[in-house]
C-alpha cells in the first residue's frame, strides 16, 4: 500500500522567501507528526496533530513556523522568511495509533536548502 | 542531561560478529521503547519494538533494564546490510510525542 507521501523531496531557496513543505500521510492515520534533521544530528521534534484536536506545537523553534492539518488528512509545514539554519531534511511520519505507543511511519522528508 | 543518549560510534565489526548498543534514558516515567534503523540519506524504519520481557527477531534480541533506565539491542552474525544508524526512541506515559536519540552508527565490513 502506498506510504507516507512528502513533496518536494528537495527544495533550494534564498535566504528571506517562504517555503511550503507538504505531507500525504498514509489513509486513515490519525496521528500525523513533523521532525527535523539537521546532517549528522538526531531528529528534532516540531508539532503533532491527533484528529480533529489542538495540534501540539511544543517543538516549533520560532514564530517563523507553523503548520496545518486539513480535514484530518494532509498537512504542510511553512516556514516564512528562512534562514540558513533551516537546512535540514524535514520528514513528516504519521501513526495509525491513538495511544502512546507510537510506531511512526516516515516519508522520505524533504531536503531544504537555504541559500 | 539529555532524555535520549546513545553512543554515536562508529561501530566497526567484521561481518559474522556479534554487536551490541545501549540507549539510555533519563525520564523514570517513560513506557514506551523503540529501536529505528536508518541508512544513509534514508529516512527512519521501525526495526523493533521493546518489552519488559525483551524480545528476539532472528538476529536481533532487544531487552530492558527499568532499574538502570536503558534499553539495549544485540545483533548476532552481523551482515554488510546491517551496517546503518540505529536511533533509540522512547515515549513518556501520558505523552504521544517519541523522542528519539542521536542514533549509533554500525559499520559491517568484509
Known amino acids: 500500500g502506498a506510504g507516507v507521501s512528502q513533496s518536494p523531496s528537495n527544495k533550494v531557496t534564498e535566504k528571506g522567501k517562504d517555503v511550503e513543505l507538504r505531507c500525504d500521510p498514509i489513509s486513515g492515520h490519525t496521528a500525523l507528526y513533523w521532525y527535523r534533521q539537521s546532517l549528522g544530528q538526531g531528529l528534532e521534534f516540531l508539532i503533532y496533530?491527533?484528529?480533529?484536536?489542538?495540534?501540539?506545537k511544543s517543538g516549533l523553534p520560532s514564530d517563523r513556523f507553523s503548520a496545518e492539518r486539513t480535514g484530518g488528512s494532509v498537512s504542510t509545514l511553512t516556514i516564512q522568511r528562512t534562514q540558513q539554519e533551516d537546512s535540514a531534511v524535514y520528514l513528516c511520519?504519521?501513526?495509525?495509533?491513538?495511544?502512546?505507543?507510537?510506531?511512526?511511519?516516515f516519508g522520505s522528508g524533504t531536503q531544504l536548502s537555504v541559500l | 542531561r539529555k532524555e535520549v543518549e546513545q553512543d554515536p560510534g562508529p561501530f566497526n565489526v567484521p561481518e559474522g560478529a556479534t554487536v551490541a548498543f545501549n540507549c539510555t534514558y533519563s525520564?523514570?516515567?517513560?513506557?514506551?521503547f523503540f529501536w529505528y534503523r536508518q541508512d544513509c540519506r534514508k529516512e527512519p524504519k521501525l526495526l523493533m519494538s521493546v518489552y519488559s520481557s525483551g524480545n528476539e527477531d532472528g538476529r536481533f534480541t532487544a531487552q530492558l533494564n527499568r532499574a538502570s533506565q536503558y534499553i539495549s539491542l544485540l545483533i548476532r552474525d552481523s551482515k554488510l546490510s546491517d551496517s546503518a544508524t540505529y536511533l533509540c526512541?522512547?515515549?513518556?506515559?501520558?505523552?504521544?510525542?517519541?523522542?528519539f536519540g542521536r542514533g549509533t552508527s554500525l559499520i559491517v565490513h568484509p
Open positions: 526512541v522512547v515515549s513518556r506515559r501520558g505523552s504521544y510525542i517519541p523522542t
Open positions: 525520564n523514570s516515567a517513560s513506557q514506551s
Open positions: 496533530f491527533q484528529g480533529n484536536s489542538a495540534p501540539d
Open positions: 511520519a504519521s501513526s495509525p495509533t491513538t495511544g502512546t505507543n507510537e510506531k511512526l511511519f
